[in-house]
């Protein structure tokens, strides 16, 4: 769960520990942008590049504002066959657009998966009892604008629960609460947890969703059960992610920024596909112009740095978080480590420093053997990478690029895994 200031917010358990890493607004020197826009391979990184690849970092200072279905991604199969792909230096994509509305969308396995998202109405005494009277024991996610607990209805479906704190019922914790039903009555899609309704009765506000029972992402990298995240699962999940915010961009009823994607926030079924979550700071874009001008909200590591000076946002900011998910994909740390040394501080900064000198592969989580077709992922993964963390929004893929490159790399490690596996 997340409060309003930002914190690690899931369906499933919040984040352990904490830390800087959970903080909202930042400084843009601690969540400076990672790295030059542009692609780059072999002998592309030189010592210049890699000056001004470092100058991204540099402090400013903020200013107020005046899937799984084939090797080759086809539109056709995810999205649309009309639709044409964005290039990579594209701008917003709020302009011209296609409603497509779940087009993941699972079977209709019970009652509260017919009908559009959120149309099944709760009563506070069903909630109470499905929740234990919210017991302690059934708690799982705790955060700074409430808490959410597991529970079971009369039909034996089951949810997650968030239930407002009672004492921060002011203006700005009211406009969370209704900006995140809207947001969420708008989408569906098999890599969005599903919003099933909310109650606000009796002193309570609650938002009811679906249960996601593996966990969240940063979990399952942090081990937390004991057992290591393969490669292969990291390159699926990332392109889960990539379909959900490309559907939020482009092709839900109305276009989405998240705001705030995080390993916390990506939840994992127990076939661990993956589903993206929490909708509290998600903004609904404006289709008649490039961009909105807001107040900053996000978490530490993952703020995209022109958003933080300009406080103009549009939906380049989701794909810079994406790229520091990327990066901790495949190094297994948290965006921002304090106890590291100052060089390995900023996680996406030594990674993609490391890449730009040709060492990519001494960032791989340690967890992990290394072989040729994880080095040659891990290579092409950081080129994604370094164009999605980019210091300007222009520089930066759609989303929906980024889908189609996580596909080609997919493509390409399982040509190197499968005849490897088929020899032993």
Not at 47 to 74: G, I, T, V, Y
Not at 185 to 212: D, P
């Amino acid at each position: 769960m997340r409060s309003s200031s930002g914190g690690a917010s899931t369906w499933r358990r919040s984040d352990a520990g904490g830390g800087s890493g959970e903080l909202s607004r930042v400084s843009a020197a601690t969540t400076a942008s990672t790295a030059s826009a542009r692609s780059v391979s072999g002998g592309g990184r030189g010592a210049s590049f890699l000056d001004a690849f470092r100058s991204c970092f540099a402090p400013q200072e903020a200013r107020s504002p005046d899937n799984s279905m084939s090797d080759d991604f086809h539109p056709s199969h995810q999205l649309s066959q009309s639709m044409s792909s964005q290039g990579s230096n594209s701008g917003s994509t709020f302009g011209s657009r296609r409603s497509i509305k779940g087009m993941y969308s699972p079977m209709h396995r019970n009652s509260l998966e017919r009908g559009t998202p959120g149309s099944t109405k709760f009563s506070l005494p069903q909630i109470q009892k499905a929740t234990k009277n919210f017991s302690p024991n059934l708690k799982i996610g705790q955060g700074g604008s409430g808490t959410v607990y597991k529970g079971q209805l009369a039909d034996g479906t089951l949810v997650a629960v968030k239930r407002a704190k009672k004492n921060v019922y002011d203006k700005h914790m009211g406009r969370e609460f209704w900006n995140e039903i809207e947001t969420l009555q708008r989408i569906e899609h098999l890599n969005l947890v599903r919003f099933h309704g909310y109650l606000e009765f009796g002193g309570e506000q609650l938002i009811i969703v679906e249960y996601v029972p593996n966990g969240n992402l940063r979990e399952h990298l942090d081990c937390v059960n004991g057992k290591v995240l393969e490669f292969s699962v990291r390159l699926e999940i990332a392109i889960d992610v990539a379909h959900a915010i490309t559907y939020l961009h482009t092709y839900s009823d109305h276009p989405v920024i998240h705001r705030d994607i995080k390993s916390s926030n990506i939840l994992l079924m127990n076939n661990f596909r993956a589903k993206v979550a929490d909708f509290g700071f998600a903004k609904l874009a404006p289709t008649d112009s490039s961009h909105i001008s807001t107040q900053v909200k996000g978490t530490a590591g993952y703020l995209d740095p022109e958003y933080l000076r300009t406080y103009q946002l549009n939906e380049k900011s989701d794909v810079y978080s994406f790229g520091v998910l990327l990066v901790e994909l495949v190094t297994g740390r948290r965006p921002i480590e304090p106890k590291r040394s100052i060089i390995e501080r900023v996680t996406a900064k030594w990674s993609m420093e490391k890449f730009v000198e040709g060492n990519a592969i001494q960032t791989l989580d340690a967890n992990l053997e290394s072989n040729d077709a994880i080095n040659l992922a891990v290579e092409k993964i950081y080129e994604l990478a370094l164009q999605c963390l980019a210091p300007t929004k222009r520089n930066r893929p759609s989303m929906r690029r980024c889908a189609e490159i996580l596909w080609s790399i997919r493509k390409d490690y399982r040509e190197l895994v499968v005849p490897t596996s088929v020899m032993n």
